[in-house]
């Protein structure tokens, strides 16, 4: 992955962590949100499960939102 790409992922990831905090937002929300949306957003963007996980995403997250290694 491009270093400039991966930077502006971790980026977001840790934006998201950031607003999580803020907000005392229940994780299971958060990934029920992201489940229902990853899936779409990923292929329009090219973001590959593999970058997922380098930001931290669990592999379980990512298999309940479709996205899988071979996608």
Known sequence: MPCEFRGRLEAKGRMLV??????????????????????????????????????????AVLKKAGISRTA
Not at 21 to 40: I, M, P, Q, S
Request: glycine share 10%.
């Open 18 to 59: 950031v607003v999580m905090a803020k907000k005392h937002t229940d994780l299971a929300e958060l990934e029920n949100g992201f489940e229902k949306v990853a899936k779409g957003y990923a292929e329009r963007k090219g973001i590959t499960y593999s970058a997922f996980r380098q930001i931290g995403v669990p592999a």
